[in-house]
């Protein structure tokens, strides 16, 4: 008997497009029972194009300790394995296709970030992020990357922040499919990183909070003399919108 699906219990060989297939038809399927799944869907060979999403998993590959099993969860993230991903408060949820006809669940739990750590990011951004758009765009200047990346100081987690659980088979600590859901979170960070700052329990408000009290009282100051109550209502929008953060009249003004 043929060592695929035989004796040796390994799955039958399926190429690229059939692994791309069966995916695809398993996703149909969930979206008919929950049509609130959110798969990872990867267009092109780059898991991430944008500096929040390939910052994350820049952050992956420096550490020895996932190693040995990124290739195998590239592969599996960009196949369309990962059918689900859920990112919360402290957790990843996700649901991932593994050989044949299994569907493995992942629970991945993260630390979260320390207060001095934050602390020392919020330090040392501070002043040098104008708005929380910009942040979240990741337009910034050079010398903030490394505050925001840097191994094991930054907002990024560091493996042992990593609690991973998968109910396959598989042994090891973090399994082809936990690593193609990490991946997944650095595809899913691309559009939406601001789900950073909420796995690790932080608010990315914080990061730009005390330039903008600095620069709202700056401008602010400049229409003491305004007796206008609708031009001052539209200086306190026009404010909102360049910095991303909504804030009220000051005192005196209404």
Known sequence: MSRYGGYYGFAPYESVSEKK??????????????????PVEIEGRAIAKNWWGKAWNHNL???????????????????GCVLDLKINKGTIIASVMGSGKS?????????????????RIKTMVAGEIASLPELLAGEFP??????????????????SEFHPDCDCPDGAKFCKHLAAVIYGVGNRLDTSPELLF??????SKELI??????????????????????????KNKKLSQ?????????????
């Not at 297939?21 to 959110?38: L, P, T, V, Y």
């Not at 602010?220 to 109550?229: C, D, E, I, Q, T």
């Open 142 to 159: 050079k010398k903030l990357e490394s505050a925001i990346s840097a191994k094991d100081e930054g907002l990024f987690p560091a493996p």
């Open 61 to 79: 590959e420096v550490y020895a300790d996932f190693s040995n099993r990124l290739s195998r969860g590239r592969s599996y993230v960009t196949h």
């Open 209 to 234: 909070s005390q330039v903008v009290t600095t620069q709202k009282d700056n401008l602010l100051a400049k229409f003491a003399n305004v007796k206008s109550k609708r031009r001052m209502r539209l």
């Open 103 to 119: 569907v493995y669940q992942c629970v991945i739990r993260i630390d979260p970030l320390k207060a001095s750590k934050w602390e």
């Open 21 to 38: 297939a069966k995916a695809k038809k398993k996703i149909a399927q969930m979206r008919k029972q929950n049509k609130d799944i959110s």
């Open 198 to 203: 909420t796995l690790r329990g932080i608010d």
């Open 242 to 254: 360049l910095f991303g953060v909504e804030f009220s009249m000051p005192a005196g003004r209404k």
